[in-house]
Nanobody, 124 residues
Framework: QVHLVQSGGGLVQAGGSLRLSCAAS????????MGWFRQAPGKEREFVAA????????NYADSVKGRFTISRDNAKNTVYLQMNSLKPEDAAIYYC?????????????????WGQGTQVTVSS
């Protein structure tokens, strides 16, 4: 049973930066891809970024490409999401997730364990 604990997030002005962290335990971390998703009020959970088990392959939603960076430290069982140039439309609850495989997908069905969520608020 994998357990994910998120940290980071908070309130930032538009144009600012935040870093989210997600620490995993209970599973061999470096065998699995990891992802970040977000959910704004009244909207479905949407893909943000994902990273393969090795860290060599990443993919991003078009809306965050060039501004967000996903990375992982397998020695620390932690995945990160660096968010730069934040916009008001980035405001949401952000969730990290462990994939069912070593590949980094964009669909929530490809993930089987989720963090508790962390609020990101961007003021204009």
């Amino acid at each position: 049973q994998v357990h994910l604990v998120q940290s980071g997030g908070g309130l930032v002005q538009a144009g600012g930066s935040l870093r989210l962290s997600c620490a995993a335990s209970g599973r061999t971390f470096d065998n699995y891809a990891m992802g970040w998703f977000r959910q704004a009020p009244g909207k479905e959970r949407e893909f943000v970024a994902a990273i393969s088990w090795s860290g060599y392959t990443t993919n991003y939603a078009d809306s965050v490409k060039g501004r967000f960076t996903i990375s992982r430290d397998n020695a620390k069982n932690t995945v990160y999401l660096q968010m730069n140039s934040l916009k008001p439309e980035d405001a949401a609850i952000y969730y990290c997730a462990v994939a069912r495989s070593s590949l980094s997908g964009r669909n929530t069905a490809e993930y089987d364990a989720w963090g508790q969520g962390t609020q990101v608020t961007v003021s204009s």
